[in-house]
């Protein structure tokens, strides 16, 4: 029996080595955080609470803590700092709403989607009315709550919002910007999902075809547009084109990175 069971407990050299590594990483991890709460400490009895350096050091701090899944500190801190902002700046201060949006993620990840998407909508709202409708950082809500929308398969509730961002870039950047192109296949990648796969092919492939003829087929631009081009001619049964467009993209990388890198990009070609 003793035999037996030292058999059932040995692991293979591959499963040590993973433990170790493990092991390894949160060792680091935690050497990590304690260097980032000295580190904080010190700036904070050196410039004081408020200082944009302390807070600085505090929200680093945080997004270990988040990287680690500790949630329950992030929050934490992270709503330490909205206060100390707005305290020092006030409510409606475009840095106090600025820490208020890293507080999202921890929301969504400590309370779950509806209080994310809650928080976010009245989030968009407050920065809409101290800043505008078309200020940067607003525009970065209406793209977090768009990104928020998809990855929960809410198109209909994200199309819009990807519209609006696609809007908003043209006027300031113009067609070409990478942003604007970016938010053209947030477009396209809704209508995929509603079903509308005439509409979303039309959308990616001017938004391919621009990306290719501004920034050349090796940017990352394009090689995003692409890829989802290659998704939605595959729903719509042109394996040939998908398959062409996957091909192109791995080598492309290939060509970058080596042989060994992205084997998801890799396996599109077995």
């Given at each position: 029996?003793?035999?037996?069971?030292?058999?059932?407990?040995?692991?293979?050299?591959?499963?040590?080595?993973?433990?170790?590594?493990?092991?390894?990483l949160a060792v680091e991890e935690e050497y990590k955080l304690r260097e980032l709460g000295v580190h904080v400490e010190k700036q904070r009895e050196t410039l004081g609470e408020s200082h944009p350096n302390t807070l600085e050091a505090m929200h680093d701090l945080s997004l270990e803590y988040q990287f680690t899944e500790q949630w329950e500190k992030a929050e934490k801190l992270q709503r330490r700092i909205i206060e100390t902002r707005k305290q020092a700046l006030g409510d409606t201060h475009p840095d106090t709403l600025?820490?208020?949006?890293?507080?999202?993620?921890?929301?969504?990840?400590?309370?779950?989607d509806e209080a994310g998407?809650?928080?976010?909508?009245?989030?968009?709202a407050t920065r809409?009315?101290?800043?505008?409708?078309?200020?940067?950082?607003?525009?970065?809500?209406?793209?977090?709550?768009a990104i928020s929308y998809e990855n929960d398969k809410k198109c209909d509730q994200a199309l819009p919002l990807y519209?609006?961002?696609?809007?908003a870039n043209t006027l300031v950047h113009g067609l070409e910007h990478h942003e604007t192109m970016e938010a053209s296949c947030g477009i396209a990648r809704m209508l995929l999902m509603q079903g509308?796969?005439?509409?979303?092919?039309?959308?990616?492939?001017?938004?391919?075809?621009?990306?290719v003829a501004k920034h050349g087929p090796e940017?990352?631009?394009?090689?995003?547009?692409?890829a989802d081009l290659a998704r939605i001619a595959r729903a719509q049964g042109d394996v040939e084109v998908a398959a062409k467009l996957e091909k192109a993209n791995a080598d492309l990388y290939v060509a970058r990175f080596g042989e060994d890198f992205h084997t998801g990009v890799l396996r599109q070609m077995d």
């Open positions: 029996m003793a035999s037996e069971n030292n058999h059932l407990a040995t692991h293979s050299p591959e499963e040590a080595l993973v433990a170790e590594s493990q092991r390894e600025r820490s208020m949006i890293d507080l999202a993620p921890i929301i969504y990840a400590c309370e779950g998407e809650k928080f976010s909508l009245d989030l968009l809409e009315t101290a800043l505008g409708s078309s200020h940067s950082d607003t525009l970065e809500s209406v793209e977090q709550l519209e609006r961002l696609e809007k509308r796969l005439d509409e979303a092919r039309e959308k990616q492939n001017g938004t391919y075809e621009r990306s940017h990352d631009c394009t090689l995003a547009a692409a």
